[in-house]
T-cell receptor, first 116, second 114 residues
Framework: DAGVIQSPRHEVTEMGQEVTLRCKPI?????LFWYRQTMMRGLELLIY????????DSGMPEDRFSAKMPNASFSTLKIQPSEPRDSAVYFCASSRAGASGSGKQFFGPGTRLTVL | DQQVKQNSPSLSVQEGRISILNCDYT??????FLWYKKYPAEGPTFLISISSIKDKNEDGRFTVFLNKSAKHLSLHIVPSQPGDSAVYFCAATTLYFGNEKLTFGTGTRLTIIP
């Protein structure tokens, strides 16, 4: 299996521009997660989906952030408009649902976003 | 409010010695804990986990200890090897059907000195 695929790997944009990050989860996984990694806050969960339905978006910092999962093999995280404080590494992860949950998530390589 | 805390941002250990990484949590509902390892330019990968019904779980050179009364867990690596140099994240969750949400700490950068 190819693992979780994210694109682009690096994104440099100017303040005010729209940014779209993409993720392809592992086939057969029912859960998809978007995280943001910063030095100060570590790995923060932004939003997660179960069977393409958003379950918890309480970590989405502002209305400028939105996420969609139109099908089981694709998700996007969009920032519009982007700001310098959005600069971070964004990870997508997926997991297979279990009766009691195993907590074991598989992460993509991340997208390093720089907003100038 | 950080519910999972890793108070040491970095740790350096001599090769062959024991590495001990610590993690504290505040939410008493957490009942399952995991450690993830992250190399530069890669995503975190699962390393080891422990349920709250246990106080120790071992996998090769890696052992995780859980002290529920202190809300503290630690990861021991013995012996430490250069390939162990990475950032280690502690994570916690509450096990119930349908929940796959993890709360992560800020990470500890471990450097193994040859």
């Amino acid at each position: 299996d190819a693992g979780v695929i994210q694109s682009p790997r690096h994104e440099v944009t100017e303040m005010g521009q729209e940014v779209t990050l993409r993720c392809k989860p592992i086939s057969g996984h029912d859960y998809l997660f978007w995280y943001r990694q910063t030095m100060m806050r570590g790995l923060e969960l932004l939003i997660y989906f179960n069977n393409n339905v958003p379950i918890d978006d309480s970590g989405m910092p502002e209305d400028r952030f939105s996420a969609k999962m139109p099908n089981a093999s694709f998700s996007t995280l969009k920032i519009q408009p982007s700001e310098p404080r959005d600069s971070a590494v964004y990870f997508c992860a997926s997991s297979r649902a279990g009766a009691s949950g195993s907590g074991k998530q598989f992460f993509g390589p991340g997208t390093r976003l720089t907003v100038l | 409010d950080q519910q999972v805390k890793q108070n040491s941002p970095s740790l350096s250990v001599q090769e062959g010695r024991i590495s001990i990484l610590n993690c504290d949590y505040t939410n008493s509902m957490f009942d399952y804990f995991l450690w993830y390892k992250k190399y530069p330019a890669e995503g975190p990968t699962f390393l080891i986990s422990i349920s709250s019904i246990k106080d120790k779980n071992e996998d090769g050179r890696f052992t995780v200890f859980l002290n529920k009364s202190a809300k503290h867990l630690s990861l021991h690596i013995v012996p430490s090897q250069p390939g162990d140099s990475a950032v280690y994240f502690c994570a916690a969750t509450t096990l119930y059907f349908g929940n796959e949400k993890l709360t992560f700490g800020t990470g500890t950068r471990l450097t193994i000195i040859p």
